[in-house]
């Protein structure tokens, strides 16, 4: 049973729970509702196999003044007149989480926007990072980080209509925004429904290695996991270059990259290394991998952009 269907189940349950403590402060209105459902149960029998359209037409109206009656007992005692339904979380629709087959409840479309954003490993202030605070001014050269700013923005784009596009490895010094840009990203990717996974490269190997070498795990959940490392829509891997490199990371990095490129689903890496750092850190094989399908974006500011945020503070209140 899923978990909607779990959930209308209890509601259901709290309902007729909360009508047989009604009834019993309010015998009559067992009485009714026992009258109606005999009288429901005629209708049909009379009008299938009689066809006496004369006590059809009598059943109704008896239907009628009881539900009347019922009415006026409620209203008497101001008890809602819904009294009768379960209390959904979405009246729109009953917590189905669709309006009718095919057409999807908005409830339903936030229930998987709030489980995309809890898996994708983004949380607390980092899914304040847009690119409308994304600030170009901290940078040497504007036009030019405008420039990528755009391509980051139509790389979003790309991912939602799932057109083939080159990857995105971003380079700099420690602080220079390179971070929040991939967030930024991040965040208009979930926002319009997409699947990101955002690991800083410890945290990445750390899974890997548990989802391969633990033994309480069964083969298939391992495999599946995995493969979502794969299949992800977006795939954003930071601080590459900061791990303590081993035989075990250099083979999972070239293999994840490798699977990624092969499936064309594109990921974006964020790193204090440049290029030739990157090769001299990991080997020609890892780094032929990564520049594969990829556009370079180096993130050149004269400092971090914390300390360029203290110093423009510090001037605001000298003036």
């Not at 901290?138 to 990528?148: L, S, T």
């Not at 750390?206 to 298939?220: A, G, L, P, T, W």
């Not at 890892?286 to 594969?292: A, F, K, N, S």
Request: charged share 35%.
């Amino acid at each position: 049973m899923t978990h909607r269907e779990d959930l209308i189940q209890k509601k259901i349950q709290e309902c007729e729970q909360k009508i047989e403590k009604l009834h019993k402060q309010f015998p009559r209105l067992q009485e009714i509702a026992d009258e109606i459902s005999r009288l429901s149960y005629e209708r049909i029998n009379v009008t299938i196999f009689n066809k006496n359209l004369t006590r059809a037409e009598k059943i109704d109206n008896e239907v009628k003044l009881l539900l009347r009656e019922k009415e006026l007992i409620l209203k008497a005692n101001s008890i809602p007149q819904n009294i009768y339904e379960p209390e959904w979380d979405c009246p729109k629709c009953k917590d189905r989480g669709y309006i009718f087959p095919g057409v999807l409840c908005e409830c339903f479309k936030q229930e998987r926007l709030d489980y995309i954003f809890k898996k994708s490993g983004i949380s607390g202030n980092m899914e304040l990072k847009t690119f409308d605070n994304f600030d170009v001014t901290f940078y040497r050269d504007i036009k030019a980080m405008e420039e990528k700013v755009k391509r980051c923005k139509e790389f979003v784009k790309k991912i939602i209509n799932k057109e083939k596009q080159n990857n995105l490895f971003f380079t700099g010094a420690i602080g220079r925004g390179k971070t929040h840009l991939s967030l930024a990203i991040a965040n208009e990717v979930l926002n319009q429904g997409g699947t990101v996974i955002y690991k800083r490269i410890d945290d990445l190997l750390d899974i890997i290695r548990e989802y391969k070498f633990n033994k309480e795990m069964d083969n298939n959940e391992k495999s599946s996991q995995l493969e979502y490392l794969k299949q992800v829509e977006l795939l954003i891997i930071d601080d590459l270059g900061a791990e303590n490199i081993t035989p075990f990371a250099q083979n999972q990095i070239r293999i994840l990259i490798e699977d990624r490129n092969n499936f064309d689903k594109p990921w974006i890496i964020c790193s204090n290394l440049n290029v030739n750092e990157l090769q001299d850190y990991y080997g020609q094989r890892v780094t032929d991998r990564i520049i594969e399908k990829t556009d370079i974006f180096a993130f050149e500011a004269e400092m971090s952009i914390r300390e360029l945020l203290k110093s423009r503070e510090l001037q605001l209140k000298k003036r």
